[in-house]
């Protein structure tokens, strides 16, 4: 009997209508188009306009488009791991929110957040379950609403981000495609450098929390930006080393959109050229758990089975981590 691997089998996304350009936010902090796009790689952003929408309601989008395409129902699905930072609320999960609202009667789930690594981590925890034979339909869905817990008074951080949602389909694939190999890492350490200062157990929402407007992102670049050009340049390195993969066994490589620089530089040391990486940081900014499986669907119709594809990320904890996937279809 031939090895199980977890494939994905569709993939779908949704971006919100509302396009926020770096002209309109000109007009709101001290900045210009010329230094975000120098600097960024970031045109315009996309941004979940209306009241009491949640991520939840992007992934209804997302998801419904992706069970269109495989030609099979929520109930079909078995378990729903949710990635993302901006949950609906504290609880219940947005998983099981959902769930809910796509009528997935026969599926558990739960949220998994790791910031911008989420989806990497969500997609290795996904392909387990395929693996160990306990489930055959795994749903992972990886978005945030980032404007939700963004100072749009802060030029550092409100130029970077956006709303968007992916989600994919795992099924048991025996023909040697899927998920091959993962990495993930992760460094405590770095907290202090990219987080949400309040909203958590250890700093409760009050008064002062929110009058010091503390429950949004704070960032410390240029040290983020030391740490996730040389983890996640290096993780993905060391992906293709473990598996005795050269640049012109890359098909692709996909990359989390944080920044054209860090994106760049893991090229780079991958020694894969630009026309084999995806790239639409331009039109969507960082949505953070939403970025890879956002350029999964946006090159669908590029991707051809037994495909080789290099999947590599960094975010807030710090976190990093990589995934060598064959496609499936």
Request: one cysteine or more; charged letters at 20%.
């Amino acid at each position: 009997m031939n090895k199980i691997h977890a494939a994905i089998t569709a993939v779908h996304g949704y971006v919100p209508d509302y396009v926020l350009t770096n002209k309109e936010l000109e007009s709101i902090v001290e900045t210009t188009d010329e230094w975000i796009v120098s600097r960024t790689g970031i045109k315009e952003r996309r941004i979940l306009k209306g009241e009491g929408l949640g991520v939840s309601d992007m992934a209804v989008h997302a998801v419904n488009g992706l069970l269109e395409k495989r030609g099979i129902t929520a109930e079909e699905l078995d378990l729903i791991i949710f990635c993302t930072t901006t949950p609906d609320l504290p609880f219940p999960a947005s998983a099981n929110i959902l769930g809910a609202k796509i009528g997935a009667k026969n599926a558990w789930g739960y949220d998994l957040n790791a910031a911008c690594s989420g989806f990497i981590y969500g997609l290795s925890t996904g392909a387990q379950f395929i693996e160990a034979g306990k489930h055959k339909k795994v749903l992972v869905v990886g978005g945030d609403k980032m404007s939700s817990i963004v100072n749009y008074q802060d030029r550092t951080t409100c130029i970077i981000f956006g709303d968007g949602c992916g989600a994919v389909l795992l099924e048991p694939n025996e023909e040697g495609n899927g998920v091959m190999d993962s990495i993930l890492k992760s460094d405590g350490n770095g907290m202090p450098y990219l987080h949400q200062k309040a909203g958590g157990s250890a700093r409760p929402a009050s008064h002062e929390t929110v009058d010091a407007n503390e429950h949004v992102v704070y960032q410390e670049g240029q040290t983020v930006f030391k740490f996730a050009v040389t983890n996640m340049a290096n993780v993905a390195a060391e992906i293709m080393d473990r598996n005795g993969l050269t640049s012109d066994d890359v098909t692709w490589l996909v990359p989390h959109q944080a920044n054209k620089r860090i994106i760049d530089a893991t090229s780079s040391r991958m020694g894969v050229g630009s026309e084999k990486v995806m790239v639409n940081i331009d039109r969507y900014g960082n949505t953070t758990n939403g970025t890879i499986p956002l350029c999964l669907w946006e090159w669908e119709s590029q991707l051809h089975k037994g495909d080789t594809l290099i999947l590599a990320a960094f975010g807030g904890g710090f976190t990093w981590g990589s995934v060598y996937l064959k496609w499936a279809y």
